[in-house]
């Protein structure tokens, strides 16, 4: 950190007026493969890629293209700022990351770990609500003051500049844009805004991670995303607070473990908010933080709808009550101005994925990372950056480069079919939870909780390369995952289901079925087509509308030109398309 401020100080490059902060001492970021000769366009910044977004999904993509040897700016509006979320993650899931991404860092980037994680389904289905589940599995909060750093430090090994501002374009449509932002045949222009003017950034690639509300990027129509008809993004809402308790006491929570869901309603009997509770469902999520000086315990407690939009989308307000009536019903009691870190979660979930026919190359929260039912995007986005930016560079070396070829290889890599079809599941899951009263929930979860550990853990990962998501990942895998929890489900939650299925596919189309029986649905289509990439496409398009039938032309040329007779006036004039190819031929 405080190699970071010194940087800060010492490395304004003051003819820029935007502040840019080069890191380290190698030497010019612009290295050999820059094409030799190219005229460069009047730009204070001239990048292989410029990164906007200064979240974690902004610093690892920084990070990683830094690390290959691309020069990279990233473009961050509070360099100095903490992140404001709290990320948890399935330590399992953390530690597969820290291996694949190549950054043992990782593993020290952690500020609290749980050995295991309890879970409260009581109140339905004949389950006493003292009931409680505990899974073997162990979970992690992220410290991302740590996590920030490490990037940092890469950044600063890897020559990454940061340029401190934000890029004031937003998309009209796909590759267009209000103003800020223009691409051109070998790269894009954008400008770079702070307090202290304007910046010009020239860069062969841009990378938006500028979050899931991003302006930048712009989404696929429902068509394309297989559906009869738009389904919009849903809402992650909860009310969260870190206390120290007044002793040392936080039960029915267990102080070494993390509660995931508390979805009983038991605090609320006889009140009038339990209807609400019942049919809006909020669970609590607890992380015991250990003891604190002076007092029992610290821990941070997080009232959460997990889904909903519309009239089920929950109130920061009610959350909070519903909170503090749950702390009161257990009598763990808080110093009120010892609460701190208070948490307005907010987090948008599902909705269309983005267009794939646009140059800017998403990553994170901007690419619908996010986990359609759980809202988990923090392992999700590191499991798919390393693919996002082998791509990149893969593309930027090529003496070809192609800006539009080069996104491509980035939409290809975050999205392929085979990752839509299992998002399409995790997306109808997301629905389904985001509609149910809290006796589904609780018997959903149940049943889903009961299902060996690798197949509930690799549908909350849901991501290649993350622990468990071979379980689905394929059609097959889904049917199993499904016809096992299916099994698991009280039969009023299975009519529930099966009811909402129908309901669903009626009104948004096939899109769970395609995912299930996806071999119905290519019957009749033959083989796949080989996917050509867009370069191939753009010269077959050139062949097909520029060059035309250049034997047909060749040959009109051939016989004007053959009865033609010197001092004669011509028998025909070639028609346009052939006399440019005469023209050209001359
Ligand atoms: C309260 C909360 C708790 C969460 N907890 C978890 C969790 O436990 N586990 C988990 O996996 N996920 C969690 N999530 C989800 C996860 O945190 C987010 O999905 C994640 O932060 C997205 O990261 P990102 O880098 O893509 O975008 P963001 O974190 O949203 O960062 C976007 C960045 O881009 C910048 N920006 C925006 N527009 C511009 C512009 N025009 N120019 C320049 N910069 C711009 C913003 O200032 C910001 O710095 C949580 C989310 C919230 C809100």
């Given at each position: ?168 374009a937003a998309a009209i449509a796909p590759n267009l844009f209000d103003?800020?932002l223009v691409h051109d045949?070998?790269?894009s ?17 841009v990378?938006d ?5 991003s302006r930048l990027t712009v989404r696929e129509s429902p068509s394309a995303g ?126 269309a994925l983005p267009d794939m026919a646009q140059r800017v190359v998403p990553?994170?929260?901007a690419a619908n ?34 800006p539009d070829a080069?996104a491509a290889?980035a939409h290809?890599?975050?999205w ?118 867009l ?52």
């Amino acid at each position: 950190m405080l190699a970071w401020l010194l940087f800060a100080g010492a490395g304004t490059v003051s003819c820029l007026h935007t502040s840019t902060v080069a890191f380290g001492n190698r030497p010019s970021p612009f290295g050999s493969r820059r094409r030799s000769g190219a005229a460069r366009l009047s730009a204070d910044v001239d990048v292989d890629v410029v990164v906007v977004g200064g979240g974690p999904a902004g610093y690892v993509m920084a990070a990683l293209l830094g690390r290959a040897e691309n020069s990279v700016a990233l473009v961050d509006p509070k360099p100095d700022g903490v992140w404001p979320n709290n990320y948890g993650s399935w330590r399992e899931e953390w530690e597969a990351l820290a291996a694949s991404l190549q950054m043992p860092e990782l593993l020290d980037c952690v500020s609290t770990r749980w050995a295991k994680t309890d879970c409260f389904f009581g109140g339905s289905f004949d389950t006493p609500d003292d009931e409680r589940t505990t899974l073997d599995r162990a979970y992690l909060k992220v410290d991302r003051k740590a996590l920030k750093a490490t990037l940092q430090e890469k950044h600063a090994a890897a020559g990454v500049q940061l340029l401190d501002g934000f890029v004031p374009a937003a998309a009209i449509a796909p590759n267009l844009f209000d103003g800020g932002l223009v691409h051109d045949a070998s790269g894009s222009t954008l400008a770079v805004k702070s307090a202290a003017g304007e910046t010009t950034v020239r860069a062969r690639l841009v990378v938006d991670a500028t979050g899931f509300e991003s302006r930048l990027t712009v989404r696929e129509s429902p068509s394309a995303g297989g559906l009869w008809r738009e389904l919009t993004p849903g809402y992650q809402i909860a009310y969260g607070m870190c206390v120290d308790t007044e002793d040392d006491n936080i039960a029915p929570y267990d102080p070494v473990a993390m509660t995931l869901f508390d979805y009983r309603t038991d605090h609320l009997q006889g009140t009038s908010m339990l209807a609400d509770a019942e049919a809006r469902p909020s669970f609590v999520y607890v992380m015991p933080e250990g003891e604190c000086d002076g007092c029992g315990a610290s821990a941070f407690f997080e009232e959460t709808s997990l889904v909903g939009r519309g009239e089920r989308r929950l109130e920061f307000e009610t959350l909070k009550q519903r909170l503090i009536k749950r702390l009161e019903f257990h009598g763990i009691k808080y110093d009120p101005a010892s609460v701190r870190e208070e948490e307005y979660c907010y987090i948008p979930m599902g909705g269309a994925l983005p267009d794939m026919a646009q140059r800017v190359v998403p990553i994170g929260g901007a690419a619908n990372t996010v986990h359609p039912a759980t809202g988990y995007q923090i392992c999700r986005m590191l499991a798919s950056a390393t693919g996002v930016a082998n791509a990149l560079t893969a593309e930027l070396q090529r003496p070809d480069f192609d800006p539009d070829a080069a996104a491509a290889a980035a939409h290809a890599s975050l999205w392929p079919e085979g990752n839509r079809l299992q998002r399409d599941f995790a997306v109808f899951g997301g629905e389904f939870l985001g509609s149910q009263p809290v006796e589904i929930l609780r018997g959903f979860f149940g049943a889903f909780f009961a299902l060996q550990q690798d197949v509930w853990g690799g549908f909350l990962a849901g991501w290649p390369g993350l622990p468990g998501n071979d379980n689905h990942a394929t059609y097959l895998a889904r049917i199993k995952f499904g016809i096992g929890i299916a099994l698991k489900f009280p039969p009023k939650v299975a009519a529930v289901f099966v009811g909402y299925l129908a309901t669903f596919t009626a009104q948004y189309g096939p899109l769970i079925l395609k995912s299930i029986f996806t071999p119905v649905f290519q019957i009749g289509m033959g083989p796949a087509a080989p996917d050509l990439g867009l370069r191939a496409r753009r010269e077959r398009e050139r062949d097909v509308y520029v060059v035309g039938d250049a034997a047909a032309k060749k040959e009109a040329v051939a016989m004007l030109k053959a009865g033609r007779t010197p001092g004669k006036e011509p028998k025909g004039e070639p028609s346009p398309q052939v006399e440019l190819l005469e023209a050209e031929a001359v």
